[in-house]
């Protein structure tokens, strides 16, 4: 997990790290050597004058024990190139790279860094970084099951085709079903070849009730029957399929506003490919058109890049719910900000 991004990453703080030193052993070869006067005592006075701490300094960079860089906003800006050419190699969108790096450099500009510091202090700093964009306010499903009082809680998977929304659903269903808590699928699919097909091997394999109409049916309807199926039979979750949309399918893009109009999901999750790149931000941006609660990564387990998670997340400014890390329905696994970026650093 995360292979090609750590290396990039470290590799690109070393880099920087080094500049800040390189550039430091040119100052010293650059400043004029001074005679000091005697130092009694390694301890600082804290009396002394503004022009006795000057002097303190350049006796620091001589003997090379407490060498500092201070660092200027030109240096900063060339420094963290190759840092925001890593981040963009590995998938992470031109906007969400130039922004962690403008953040490193609004942090850094002007402060004095100690040469056996600095790559701990940038390191540090984009690790803060990373998660304040990921760690977004997490949705307690168990505390939205509660708020319901006996009504089901209505769930809906939206995104592109191909990305994983029938088997993220089935996966869902799973993890409720595991505490205890009943669901009912809405085969709102009505598009797709085999689409109803599809979700119904999975309701087999799962003993989930299947609500559908025939192809070409009305998605909302098919939606609304599932709520009535589930209001009657006191079932706690309803999991709605939706059709793959594409920012060219107008028809369909509007289906989907009727879907959310009509039955009023209480979460929309967006699913996506881990493995998405900068597609991510276009996807996000055209389905948040009806409100996007949540995200769900797929094929977590083989993105060595990572940068996709930092492109949703800045992106919606919406939580990663969970993460697809294989095809059985036990590969699912809730998503935990600090838990990912501490396996980066």
Not at 128 to 146: H, S
Request: aromatic content about 6%; charged content about 30%.
């Amino acid at each position: 997990m995360f292979g090609i991004f750590k290396k990039k990453i470290t590799a690109a703080v070393g880099s920087i790290s080094r500049k800040i030193s390189g550039a430091e052993e040119q100052e010293q070869k650059e400043e004029p050597v001074k005679k000091e006067p005697e130092v009694k005592s390694g301890l600082k006075d804290e009396t002394s004058t503004p022009a006795e701490e000057q002097k303190e300094g350049i006796l620091s960079k001589i003997t090379k024990t407490f060498t500092e860089k201070t660092l200027s906003d030109g240096f900063l800006r060339d420094a963290l190139w190759e840092l925001e050419l890593a981040l963009l190699e590995n998938n992470v969108a031109q906007e969400v790279a130039e922004k962690i790096t403008a953040d490193i450099k609004a942090k850094l500009v002007g402060k004095k860094v100690r040469k056996k510091e600095a790559e701990k202090i940038i390191q540090d700093i984009l690790k803060e970084d990373i998660l304040e964009i990921l760690d977004q306010p997490k949705i307690n499903l168990e505390e939205k099951l509660k708020m319901k009082e006996g009504k089901p809680l209505v769930i809906a998977v939206i995104g592109f085709n191909g990305a994983g929304k029938t088997t993220s659903l089935a996966k869902i269903a799973n993890y409720f079903k595991k505490r205890n808590h009943s669901c009912v699928f809405a085969a709102a699919d009505s598009f797709r070849v085999a689409a109803i097909e599809q979700l119904e091997e999975h309701a087999k394999k799962l003993n989930v009730k299947m609500i559908k109409h025939q192809y070409g049916a009305d998605p909302a309807a098919v939606i609304y029957d599932a709520i009535a199926h589930a209001e009657a039979k006191h079932i706690k979750v309803v999991l709605a399929d939706t059709a793959g949309r594409v920012h060219t399918d107008k028809n369909l893009l509007m289906e989907l506003e009727k879907i959310v109009s009509v039955n009023k999901p209480d979460l929309k999750f967006l699913v996506v490919e881990a493995i998405a790149g900068n597609d991510v931000v276009e996807q996000a941006r055209i389905f948040n058109s009806v409100g996007i609660d949540g995200i769900i990564l797929t094929k977590w387990d083989v993105d060595e890049k990572g940068g996709t998670a930092l492109s949703v997340c800045h992106t919606l400014k919406k939580p990663i719910v969970f993460l697809g890390t294989g095809q059985n329905y036990d590969d699912f696994e809730e998503f935990d900000a600090k838990t990912v970026v501490e396996s980066i650093f």
